[in-house]
């Protein structure tokens, strides 16, 4: 308890350095990372981020200071390079996205081992920490550092706002804001170079190797939470800024670990969470969705079943066995008892000893499904031309999911029709 007050006080300036510094880098990689996900770029952050070490050496050495701003600068230049480069080889090649990001991902990032282990090598004691924008090192940031940070940080955020609306169609549909107007490939360059400025910054931190993750995660994490890209990127930007601020304090309470690491591993666990549990598009939630489709798919086929039995001598509410129904389709017993038992409780059949029956209820549900397995049925064999026989796997998968206002629409389509392909009749409401 003692170290997270002594913490959270932030009296002592390193803590503030460091902290704020995480934070600033996470929350504003992980805003243009959005944009990059949704543009289906995440390779270009690693890509970018595995560049920028020739820049940084090339830039030692002309300038032989370790002064972080030009070392940034150098870094940039070389990776904006080769986001450039990886668009020539894509625009002049037959040679596909995902290959030349590979490729010149490796090839920048061996001639920055090069040139670095050439620096090391050179006697230069200069070159001392040099190494530290290969695997980042966020507990030497000091108050220059912070000032570029803040810079950038606010750069890249008022970026987004001023362009949010143009960087959106950009995403989402490319071709309608080429037909309205839009400059496309100067917005692809502005988003290349937030995305250039994102990643450079970030490498003193969290290094070459993982500053990728610090791009993309915070987004992906972000994307199974909502629909709206506005949420998306606020949630981004807290998922980073908690991840900063979070992996800081473990660096903090054990020394050993490095903070760079920990941020990453945070907001990979932050992203595993969201994958799993996230509502409407986690792992659990679509499992439970599928669960309940197939739960209500076997219960509409056993009304079904009900309904075409009654039908055979118009009588829908006499009782039925079990035997009965697994005579006429092929459902697992214990399967068919749990949907039989699950409808019973629902109010749409009632048990009568060992058999089952109808009620109002269930008589009614069962014959809109009958109705609409018949009415696709019609509909594949007028407007499709299939024939008849070729009609119902179809009509038996789609009967579960046409929704009021299509089956509205397929009765006035087919005018109201009273029997199906098979001379069988179609119930009406």
Not at 62 to 85: D, H, M, Q, R, Y
Not at 121 to 142: E, M, P, R, T, Y
Not at 167 to 192: H, K, S
Request: net charge positive; proline share 3%; glycine share 6%.
């Amino acid at each position: 308890m003692q170290q997270f007050l002594e913490f959270f006080s932030f009296a002592d300036a390193n803590i503030r350095y460091v902290t704020l510094g995480s934070v600033l880098l996470a929350s504003s990689s992980a805003v243009v990372g959005c944009f990059t996900l949704l543009r289906k770029r995440a390779l270009v952050g690693d890509a970018v981020a595995h560049s920028v070490l020739p820049g940084v050496c090339l830039a030692f050495m002309l300038s032989g200071t370790k002064n972080p701003f030009i070392l940034l600068i150098g870094a940039f230049i070389t990776g904006w390079l080769s986001l450039v480069v990886i668009d020539f080889i894509t625009s002049r090649s037959r040679i596909k996205e995902d290959s030349a990001i590979a490729l010149v991902l490796s090839v920048f990032f061996g001639i920055g081992i090069l040139l670095l282990t050439s620096i090391q090598h050179s006697g230069n004691a200069a070159q001392s920490g040099l190494d530290k924008f290969l695997f980042g090192n966020a507990a030497s940031l000091v108050g220059d550092d912070l000032i570029i940070f803040s810079a950038v940080a606010v750069l890249l955020l008022l970026a987004v706002i001023i362009f949010y609306k143009e960087l959106t169609l950009l995403c989402f549909d490319e071709a309608y804001a080429r037909t309205i107007g839009f400059p496309v490939r100067q917005l692809e360059l502005l988003l290349t170079t937030l995305t250039v400025f994102a990643v450079v910054v970030g490498i003193q931190a969290v290094g070459v190797v993982l500053m990728a993750a610090m791009l993309i995660t915070p987004a992906a994490a972000a994307r199974f939470w909502t629909e709206k890209l506005k949420v998306m990127l606020v949630l981004a930007a807290l998922m980073g800024a908690f991840s900063g601020i979070a992996g800081a304090f473990v660096s903090y309470t054990a020394p050993a670990m490095p903070t760079g690491p920990w941020i990453v591993l945070i907001i990979s666990m932050i992203a595993i969470f969201s994958f799993a549990l996230a509502p409407g598009r986690g792992w659990v939630a679509r499992l439970l969705r599928q669960r309940r489709n197939k739960s209500r798919i076997l219960e509409e086929n056993l009304l079904k079943l009900l309904y075409q039995l009654g039908e055979l001598k118009q009588d829908y509410y006499t009782s039925r066995s079990l035997d009965d129904l697994l005579e006429r389709r092929r459902i697992p017993k214990a399967q068919a008892l749990r949907g039989l038992e699950k409808l019973k409780r629902q109010g749409y059949l009632k048990k009568e000893n060992q058999s089952w029956l109808l009620t109002r209820e269930g008589e009614k549900r069962g014959r809109r499904v009958v109705r609409l397995h018949r009415l696709w049925e019609l509909y594949l064999t007028q407007y499709l031309n299939l024939a008849s026989d070729h009609v119902h796997e179809d009509a038996e998968t789609i009967e579960h999911i046409i929704t009021l206002e299509l089956e509205k629409k397929l009765m006035e389509e087919l005018n109201y029709p009273d029997l199906d392909p098979h001379s069988a009749r179609i119930p009406m409401s």
